[in-house]
Structures are given as C-alpha cells and as structure tokens.
C-alpha cells in the first residue's frame, strides 16, 4: 500500500552537494522563499552528511511553492529532489 504524505512546512531534500550544511541549505531556499529552518543530518559517528536535509518553511502556501520550482532543479551544480517530510510519531 502506497502511504500518502500530506502538505506541510516541512520539506525533505536529497541529492545535494555531500560538503552543504544546514545554514547554506537555508540560503539557497531563502532566496526564493521564507525559510524557518534548515538542517543537514549527520552521521553521528564521522559527523559527514547522510545526504539528506530538511527544510521547515514559515507556512505551507512557501512550501508548496519550494516544492514544485525545486524540484528536479539544480543546485550548486547537481540536480536535487524534494519531497514532503514524512511525520514522524513523536518520541515517549
């Protein structure tokens, strides 16, 4: 079974440049649109980037927008891709 993801503000983001960290994840988008925050997620041991990122817009509509002009788009020279952010449940 196929699960759908609802819009949110929060975006997944793969395939961008291994050395690109959060702070210029966020430069790259606020560009274009009103970004809340951007985070790179590391590998807990060798602190490198797993190669996947996160943005959180300031709403919804600047998400959407992110989305469907990002996509498939490239960025500091490689052809990224976006997606909604899964939710996660929360932690006990």
Request: glycine fraction near 4%; charge should be neutral; avoid cysteine.
């Amino acid at each position: 079974m196929t699960e759908q993801i609802k819009e949110n503000r929060k975006l997944f983001v793969w395939n961008l440049p291994w050395e690109m960290r959060g702070k210029e994840l966020a430069e790259a988008f606020k560009e274009f649109w009103d970004v809340e925050f951007a985070t790179v997620v590391l590998d807990k041991e060798t602190k490198k980037s797993k190669g996947f990122w996160f943005v959180t817009f300031v709403n919804i509509e600047e998400a959407k927008k992110a989305l469907t002009e990002t996509n498939e788009k490239e960025i500091a020279g490689r052809k990224i891709y976006v997606s909604y952010a899964k939710e996660t449940p929360e932690r006990a």
